[in-house]
């Protein structure tokens, strides 16, 4: 098991609110990501991090922000929760190629 | 655009068969490959790995083929059992090189393991 870590696993939150989804890893990676996955979906990646103050947007437009200001935490949060916005998120975490996965936050917008 | 995509999003075998899993891949630039597992509810898992000047790796009871004139890559599965049962995608590292190693994810197949 890798340890990465996400939290909430499941969150139900209605129209309008700000979330924030947590992610850390306590390996030292300088890498991580956040990937959103639509269920049987491939992942798209929506955020990357080199290291500490170091943020950049995937492939895929998302209008989730990130910060990265200590190595192990890795936020994501979503300023105006929208229907949309309904996915399962996931973190990772790389030092080389192979990356890391936690297990996800499954968020759901009403 | 780069993109990884799977031949079969569904595959059924019985328990004890072997599995094959199949993937093709467009960039031909791209150096580095990486199968996952993914069970429900749960991220994905790494299985294997393989680089562009390798054609075959093993591991234990899977095995990872790579086909660079056709872009083509596969996964073994010997033995195939009840626990094998996830969805299993092929990515490859592309766009950005080693400095960010970013993955292209192709659409998961499920495999489907019948006792």
């Known amino acids: 098991e890798a340890d990465i870590y996400q939290t909430p696993r499941y969150l139900v939150i209605g129209t309008g609110k700000k979330i924030t989804l947590e992610c850390s890893q306590t390996?030292?990676?300088?890498?991580m990501y956040w990937y959103q996955q639509d269920p049987g979906m491939e992942l798209h990646l929506i955020h990357y991090s080199y290291g500490v103050n170091s943020t950049e947007k995937g492939d895929l437009s998302s209008e989730s922000t990130v910060s990265r200001i200590r190595t192990e935490h890795f936020p994501l949060t979503l300023e105006s929760a929208r229907p949309s916005h309904t996915s399962q998120y996931l973190c990772?975490?790389?030092?080389?190629?192979?990356?890391?996965f936690g297990p996800g936050t499954r968020l759901t917008v009403l | 655009g780069e993109s990884v995509g799977l031949h079969l999003p569904t595959l059924s075998v019985q328990e004890g068969d072997n599995s094959i899993i199949n993937c093709a891949y467009s960039n031909s630039a791209s150096d580095y490959f990486i199968w996952y597992k993914q069970e429900s509810g749960k991220g994905p898992q790494f299985i294997i790995d393989i680089r562009s000047n390798m054609d075959k790796r093993q591991g234990q009871r899977v095995t990872v083929l790579l086909n660079k004139t056709v872009k083509h890559l596969s996964l073994q599965i010997a033995a195939t059992q009840p626990g094998d049962s996830a969805v299993y995608f092929c990515?490859?590292?592309?766009?950005?090189?080693?400095?960010?190693?970013?993955?292209?994810f192709g659409t998961g197949t499920l495999l489907a393991v019948q006792p």
């Open positions: 990772a975490s790389s030092r080389v190629n192979e990356q890391f």
């Open positions: 990515a490859e590292e592309g766009g950005g090189g080693g400095a960010t190693n970013k993955l292209i």
């Open positions: 390996m030292g990676h300088d890498k």
